[in-house]
């Protein structure tokens, strides 16, 4: 994550501005933004990341003045570099990456012309950013704009939302179109909390910790309202810290490993609480995944954290199958469960328009069949924390209720359930179960 300052300048805002448009149209067709991002030179991510995640997070708002100045739809090249302009013109003086809205305009003027399949339209293009601009500018502040969401998410999403949390659905989505705060966690095996924190001032950082998210203490979590690059963190690529979000962070509390204890991480890429899991106990762990790609992430962070070890195993499989085990049973094991993802939506505002409904059912169909599996690798007195990083019930509590009821040896014990979304957390669902001896 990078400032606006350090991002400025990076590409000519022309040349960002027509990728960006070209990453939104990759999403559009159906790709994840992560992979469409990670094709990208490195001087050139830093900025399309940050103008393609502004562009999905106002899109309704950008479409509302695409519509009022373009009765009919334009085609998509075209709506995608107006969205992507409309998104930063938006963001005005403060919020910005520090140009004035004429450079702006001139700029995505510019972008439109080089571009072989939108030159044709660089008089419309022109005239109604000229137009949006002047709007946006002489924009009461308190105007309330049409829809108080400004970002999309498909009407089953927010029907969806809007039955469960009736009091507190549209400030969770206002919340979601917001972007995330850089959140860290101090490997523990290397610094405290505090210490970390005091490496950090010494380099101008200002860092505040977060006590605790759903009644769970955190030790090791950070708040930077100031991002900065992970290479402007002491000691990163030693090992001594990682990014990850303060509600993820509690599912290793929550597990509680114990050295010696034989973990099993069942969907474990890239391994951000394997890690953690590792940083809290020497324990024998087996970081199981299924995608080959995903899988080599884990390793990478595991060796950049100074965790790897002969008690740590890195295996390719399929944790609703048992081709992969060895036939020992586990103390503990964590299942964060593919899902829907819609608990992460500010982290990665891709997800509202790349979901199906349908893929809901099909999510909790390979989490129950994933669930199963689990259970019969555990120990009677062994524990289960399922998590996922969705804030859909057919994924969370009615999860939890269906096991409950299907397995006759399992004991609910105490855990946060349904974490909403918030400044600093994303959300999530822990269930935690205990195998009766
Ligand atoms: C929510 S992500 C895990 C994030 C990870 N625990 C972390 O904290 O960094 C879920 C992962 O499960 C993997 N996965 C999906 N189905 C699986 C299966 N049947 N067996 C093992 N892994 C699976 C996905 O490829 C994905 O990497």
Not at 336 to 349: L, M, N, Q, Y
């Amino acid at each position: 994550m990078l400032t606006d300052q350090k991002i400025l300048h990076s590409l000519p805002l022309s040349e960002a501005i027509t990728i960006s448009a070209q990453a939104v149209g990759e999403v559009m067709l159906g790709r994840s933004l992560t992979e469409v991002l990670d094709q990208l030179d490195a001087h050139e991510r830093p900025i399309v990341q940050s103008l393609t995640f502004d562009a999905l997070r106002k899109w309704v708002r950008s479409h509302e003045f695409i519509k009022e100045y373009i009765p009919k739809v334009p085609p998509p090249e075209v709506e995608y570099l107006l969205s992507v302009t409309i998104a930063l013109l938006l963001q005005g003086s403060t919020g910005g990456k520090g140009y004035p809205a004429h450079t702006i305009v001139d700029q995505s003027v510019k972008a439109c012309s080089e571009y072989e399949p939108t030159m044709y339209a660089k008089g419309l293009v022109n005239a109604v950013l000229r137009k949006v601009s002047l709007k946006i500018q002489a924009q009461n502040e308190g105007a309330y704009p049409p829809d108080p969401i400004p970002m999309f998410f498909p009407p089953w999403w927010r029907a969806s939302l809007k039955k469960n949390f009736p009091k507190v659905w549209q400030a969770m989505l206002i919340q979601q179109a917001q972007r995330a705060p850089l959140i860290l966690r101090v490997n523990a095996q290397q610094h405290t909390r505090q210490e970390y924190q005091d490496l950090l001032q010494q380099e101008g950082i200002a860092s505040e910790p977060i006590a605790e998210i759903a009644g769970i203490a955190l030790s090791s979590a950070l708040l930077l309202r100031e991002a900065v690059p992970v290479s402007d963190l002491p000691g990163f690529y030693a090992g001594a810290v990682s990014v990850q979000d303060a509600g993820a962070q509690i599912a290793a509390i929550l597990l509680d490993p114990k050295p010696g204890d034989r973990v099993l991480d069942a969907c474990a890429a890239p391994g951000g609480k394997t890690a953690h899991l590792l940083e809290l106990a020497e324990c024998g762990m087996i970081a199981l995944e299924l995608d080959g790609t995903r899988l080599g992430k884990i390793g990478g962070n595991l060796d950049r954290l100074r965790l790897q070890s002969d008690a740590v195993k890195i295996v390719r499989g399929d944790a609703s199958k048992t081709a992969w085990w060895d036939g020992v049973l586990f103390d503990k094991i964590l299942l964060d469960a593919p899902c829907s993802a819609s608990g992460i939506v500010a982290r990665h505002p891709d997800i509202p328009f790349l979901r199906r409904e349908a893929d809901i059912h099909a999510l909790q169909l390979r989490q129950r069949a994933i669930l199963t599996q689990a259970w019969n690798m555990l120990k009677p007195g062994g524990l289960l924390l399922y998590v996922t990083c969705s804030v859909f019930p057919e994924e969370g509590a009615d999860q939890a209720t269906w096991f409950a009821a299907e397995f006759v040896d399992a004991l609910r014990l105490p855990a946060p359930g349904q974490i909403l979304p918030t400044e600093v957390n994303d959300g999530f669902y822990y269930a935690l179960f205990k195998k009766n001896g």
